[in-house]
């Protein structure tokens, strides 16, 4: 569940699949070999030390090695929701109110997360993860519900979410998940990056916003998983934190990448990628397309400031089941959050203020005889690009013929999804 590290992302909590989290798309900003994974000796400090870097471990239940391994069935194959740099996940089941194991399909389901000493995510991370998710409550942060510790076993307990990440919804899944939930998903996420920038006791800059670290619930709202890169934000007359670069090609905003500066506005442009992949479904970094596609944001930039264009962006498995209004806010909204200035960026708050109509909205682009004459347009052209034949919307919303022009085709305008094939990661 958390991206560390090298920045692996991972971890499905899903009900409905047990295979890994594919992270092939999601690549490292910067190599980065924690000092804390250069040994077991270094990578696990003693324990009267962890006392002291827990900060709010009393707030949380302490579980023993013992009583995890019983609530995950032995940590069976059949139990695994996920697995990456940092470990692997488990599907458990333990007391609604403590830590003794039940059985399973009883008592509060759990996902057990477990550290690989092996890995390059370690002992750091993991006490980044604990310190904010264990103060941080809010409905859209996945809540940890504790952890354990016993001489090298390191392991944190969350809330299981069972409907995964929104990455396997997005990708890896033959149907497509309707409109008014990519907007309600987008409105969630927006309301958890807005509760840490805005709303905590102290700012939180979340570091890692992607479709991966995006877990849904049973009704698709959204929580942040994955707090090991999190960061506090500037205070009083300070504009930046001065970090290592540390986060995922395709999501990182190029001025955090450029210069290590570190605001709220970092986020915001992560934000934007995401909003963009719900738009147009495609991933933020894809080798699988055409040369000038690979990257998300350069793709899709010449089509973000024209009114007439945003239907291009438009996630073709949709087939106009989605709102023409709706859309046009929401591509003109991920503009604003994709600017190349980070000050002209919008503030979270803005964002929720500006999608929260937008999953409500009931006016169809399959419906619009304008969304109709253009796919016809682009059928018609699809058939007669070999001919040279140009197309024009005519004053009555319909494609304006030659008398070349076949009077039906019954193919798509669209290009086929295609799932990208597995991109190695760079380490």
């Not at 002291?52 to 302490?62: C, G, M, P, T, V």
Request: charged share 20%; net charge positive; glycine share 8%.
């Amino acid at each position: 569940m958390v991206s560390l590290g090298n920045n692996l992302s991972f971890f499905n909590f899903s009900a409905e699949s047990k295979s890994t989290n594919d992270t092939s798309s999601d690549h490292p900003v910067a190599p980065v070999i924690s000092s804390s994974a250069t040994s077991n000796a270094e990578s696990i400090p003693s324990t009267p030390k962890i006392d002291d870097e827990l900060k709010i471990a009393s707030q949380l239940r302490k579980f023993t090695y013992n009583e995890l391994k019983l609530a995950t069935r032995n940590f069976r194959p059949d139990s695994l929701l996920g697995e990456g740099g940092f470990g692997c996940v488990f599907k458990g089941w333990v007391n609604e109110n403590g830590s003794t194991p039940v059985k399973p399909g009883t008592g509060l389901t759990v996902a057990v997360k477990t550290l690989n000493h092996d890995g390059l995510q370690g002992h750091k991370e993991w006490v980044a993860e604990v310190n904010y998710l264990g103060e941080l409550i809010h409905p859209q942060l996945v809540k940890l519900i504790g952890y354990c510790i016993e001489d090298n076993q390191r392991l944190l307990v969350y809330e299981f979410m069972p409907r995964g990440s929104l990455e396997n919804h997005l990708f890896k899944r033959s149907l497509p998940l309707p409109w008014s939930i990519r907007m309600k998903i987008a409105v969630s996420a927006a309301k958890g990056l807005a509760f840490l920038h805005e709303e905590a006791e102290r700012p939180v800059i979340y570091r890692d916003f992607k479709t991966s670290n995006i877990l849904l619930d049973a009704d698709y709202n959204a929580k942040l998983s994955d707090f090991g890169l999190a960061k506090d934000g500037p205070e009083g007359d300070k504009t930046h934190v001065s970090t290592r670069v540390m986060g995922t090609y395709g999501y990182a905003a190029p001025e955090y990448v450029m210069t290590g500066h570190l605001t709220a506005k970092s986020d915001v442009y992560s934000f934007g990628v995401v909003l963009l992949e719900l738009l147009t479904g495609r991933r933020s970094m894809d080798k699988t397309r055409p040369n000038g596609e690979h990257n998300l944001v350069e793709w899709a930039r010449p089509y973000l400031g024209e009114r007439r264009r945003f239907y291009r962006l438009i996630d073709p498995r949709l087939e106009g089941r989605f709102s023409i209004k709706g859309a046009q806010q929401a591509v003109q909204l991920a503009a604003r959050c994709l600017n190349r200035e980070a000050k002209i960026r919008p503030a979270m708050s803005e964002v929720v203020e500006a999608l929260d109509p937008l999953p409500n909205l009931k006016d169809m682009a399959c419906s619009s005889s304008y969304f109709q004459a253009m796919h016809a347009a682009r059928a018609s052209a699809s058939m007669n690009g070999r001919t040279g034949v140009r197309l024009q919307i005519g004053k009555n919303g319909q494609p304006m013929r030659s008398p070349s022009m076949p009077t039906r085709y019954n193919g798509s305008p669209y290009q086929p999804f295609q799932s990208p094939k597995a991109n190695k990661t760079i380490t």
